[in-house]
């Protein structure tokens, strides 16, 4: 069982909410990953980082940002939110060394009325 | 079009009957192939991964097959269970640990 967390499991906002997305992992990796995931379709990639200070953009484009602080530690906030960002958000992080095994949180579902 | 391609898009089969999964790729350079079980509602968890040189890996029920040669990959589930009802999702990186995900395939097993 891999040491990932996410908050909240379930978010259900009004529409022009700032929201948080919380993600955090005691496994020491440097490569954290935000993905996001409608039902019954495959992960996109919105965003990562390989380490303290370093964020990247995935290969969908996303209205939210991330920080990356401390290590452990890889938020994502949506200054306000739309109907539109309704969907399954699951955090990943890898490991240090080949081949990278990537541990994933159990996901927040975020619904936008 | 995907650089991933998973077949079936869902599948049905009997409590105890066994099932294969078929990952097709186009990803390159090839680096490793992973296959993940994803619960409803849950993050995906990791079943097995393969590099170029291993032609098979098993994790308990749950055994797959890589052919670099040909860009398929297959996950066989031997005495399918109720628990095995899932979403099975198949992973291609290249050599810049980038990742492509494929759709999945959603698995039901009836009693």
């Known amino acids: 069982e891999a040491d990932i967390y996410q908050t909240p499991r379930y978010l259900v906002i009004g529409t022009g909410k700032k929201i948080t997305l919380e993600c955090s992992q005691t496994m020491g990796h440097d490569k954290m990953y935000w993905y996001q995931q409608d039902p019954g379709m495959e992960l996109h990639l919105i965003h990562y980082s390989y380490g303290v200070n370093s964020t990247e953009k995935g290969d969908l484009s996303s209205e939210s940002t991330v920080s990356r602080i401390r290590t452990e530690h890889f938020p994502l906030t949506l200054e306000s939110a739309r109907p539109s960002h309704t969907s399954q958000y699951l955090c990943a992080s890898s490991g240090n060394r080949a081949p990278y095994e990537q541990y994933f949180g159990p996901g927040t579902r975020l619904t936008v009325t | ?111």
């Open chain 2, 1 to 111: 079009k995907n650089q991933v391609e998973q077949s079936p898009q869902s599948l049905i089969i009997l409590e105890g009957k066994n099932c294969t999964l078929q990952c097709n790729y186009t990803v390159s350079p090839f680096s490793n192939l992973r296959w993940y079980k994803q619960d409803t509602g849950r993050g995906p968890v990791s079943l097995t991964i393969m590099t170029f040189s291993e032609n098979t890996k098993s994790n308990g029920r749950y055994t797959a097959t890589l052919d670099a040669d040909t860009k398929q990959s297959s996950l066989h589930i031997t005495a399918s269970q109720l628990s095995d009802s899932a979403s099975y999702i198949c992973v291609v990186s290249d050599n810049n640990n980038d990742m492509r995900f494929g759709a999945g395939t959603r698995l039901t097993v009836k009693p």
